[in-house]
T-cell receptor
């Protein structure tokens, strides 16, 4: 069964450092998403991406965040200058259909900012 | 602001019991409602509902949507310890999923 993969599974970084979280969506999917889940809290939407453009972003997704699809398979989330409050589980998701279709989630990257 | 509210927040039952999980929503552009199960890490898909009144079933799990009253329920019959998880309700508004806080279900043997 096809699946979304994410690397690394756990990233520890110091405050102020840049991090790049990587995702490989399901190969024939066209819509890509990042969500985050702070420990003990709900899953929150960050950004959606289609046709090499951001479709929608949340208030959390400020200038410190960026997304990119550098090639035909990878989808990345960059945080330029990490803060302590960026510590969370970051999930990548993909879907074949906008809106009506369900999103497949990757296993997540746990980001710890010290 | 789009909102999804789940109840109860947590539930402890014994194996064999039947449980009902609730999800209500207020969103500006409803496309579908989805149920996910989250055990350790990634949410795994259970159901997607788009039309009112049509029950979706998968084994011991079933779900139904009421678009007039803006809620959905997820039923689990004959619960097993393997059903212990966080059950997430999410509403698709087109470009994103809006999640509820989840219901933590613990099934005791």
């Amino acid at each position: 069964e096809p699946e979304v993969t994410q690397t690394p599974s756990h990233q520890v970084t110091q405050m102020g450092q840049e991090v790049i979280l990587r995702c490989v969506p399901i190969s024939n999917h066209l819509y890509f998403y990042w969500y985050r889940q702070i420990l003990g809290q709900k899953v929150e939407f960050l950004v959606s991406f289609y046709n090499n453009e951001i479709s929608e972003k949340s208030e959390i997704f400020d200038d410190q965040f960026s997304v990119e699809r550098p090639d035909g398979s990878n989808f990345t989330l960059k945080i330029r200058s990490t803060k302590l409050e960026d510590s969370a589980m970051y999930f990548c998701a993909s879907s074949g259909n906008r809106g009506q279709g369900w999103q497949y989630f990757g296993p997540g990257t746990r980001l710890t900012v010290t | 602001e789009d909102k999804v509210v789940q109840s109860p927040l947590s539930l402890v039952v014994h194996e064999g019991d039947t449980v009902t999980l609730n999800c209500s929503y207020e969103v500006t552009n409803f496309r579908s409602l989805l149920w996910y199960k989250q055990e350790k890490k990634a949410p795994t898909f259970l159901f997607m509902l788009t039309s009112s009144g049509i029950e979706k079933k998968s084994g011991r799990l079933s779900s139904i949507l009421d678009k007039k009253e803006l809620f959905s329920i997820l039923n689990i019959t004959a619960t097993q310890t393997g059903d212990s998880a966080v059950y997430l309700c999410a509403v698709s508004t087109g470009n994103k999923l809006v999640f509820g806080a989840g219901t933590i279900l613990r099934v005791k043997s």
